[in-house]
């Protein structure tokens, strides 16, 4: 079997996700990483067009509201809802013809060298995870289908505490081993918003063969932009009684503390 060299195929006037950008559920849908990851670049894309990025993204926040077809072309379009000189606000949607399936609006803050005393950081730096990619390597092979998908054939997961059969909180460091789009080296914002979306998956505390606990959004707060190939989650996921939980990962790299990536989840029986 030949695999795709890329989560997506870009042309003129519209994107196609390949097999690699699957999820576990469906064949028939992407997993909410390589979509995160391709909202990302596209506001990257329109902070950079007709002249200087406004400085750094601070917040990100990705709604999956449809499934995302796999292996269709899809249409992307972007926007500058507010420009600034200190605060910015870009935002990007994705289409299957005329409907909706996901969009993200990001919060850009200015870029300065702004000396902030050592110990104010201090907190910013959680012991436990290692280096970047240090931890065992484990491939989760789970789906409700045969064949490649995101979570087994795309990207490499090394878990530092848990693991996939581990119900619980979990750390792991988590690499691309494609790039989102051919020839593109995946820029930080990218790897990370493709990482941030496991946090629901790797740190589930219900029985996946009795519960589904999908998640329709992701929002992540960062506070710079991220270095290296490798991105650290420690995640611990909480329910209520009501079918609503949530998902909380703190984000690393190779320089620490990185940032904070929270999921709404929709819980269900099977």
Not at 49 to 66: A, D, H, K, M, V
Request: charged share 20%; proline share 8%; hydrophobic share 40%.
């Amino acid at each position: 079997m030949t695999l795709p060299t890329a989560l997506f195929e870009v042309h003129a006037d519209t994107v196609t996700p390949t097999a690699l950008s699957r999820g576990p559920w469906d064949p028939r849908h992407c997993h909410g990483g390589p979509v995160s990851a391709l909202l990302a670049r596209a506001v990257e894309h329109a902070s950079q067009t007709g002249g200087e990025p406004p400085g750094q993204i601070g917040r990100l926040t990705i709604e999956l509201t449809r499934p995302v077809p796999v292996e269709r072309a899809l249409t992307l379009t972007t926007e500058v809802e507010r420009p600034g000189r200190k605060v910015s606000l870009l935002a990007a949607v994705l289409r299957d013809g005329d409907t909706e399936v996901a969009r993200v609006r990001s919060l850009w803050l200015r870029d300065d060298d702004v000396p902030v005393p050592a110990e104010s950081t201090a907190g910013t730096d959680e012991p436990g995870m290692g280096t970047a990619g240090s931890g065992r390597l484990e491939r989760s092979t789970w789906a409700l289908t045969d064949g490649p998908a995101f979570h087994s054939h795309a990207c490499e997961h090394r878990f530092v505490e848990g693991g996939w059969l581990h119900q619980g909180p979990a750390a792991v460091w988590i690499r691309l081993t494609v790039p989102v789009v051919d020839g593109e080296e995946p820029s930080g914002l990218q790897r990370t918003a493709a990482a941030a979306d496991f946090g629901n998956g790797v740190a589930g505390a219900l029985p996946i063969e009795q519960f589904t606990f999908i998640n329709p959004d992701l929002t992540i707060h960062l506070l710079r932009p991220a270095v290296g190939d490798w991105i650290g989650l420690r995640s611990v996921s909480h329910y209520g009684h009501r079918g609503a939980g949530l998902a909380e990962s703190a984000l690393f790299d190779a320089q620490g503390r990185l940032g904070r990536g929270v999921q709404t989840l929709l819980v269900a029986p099977r």
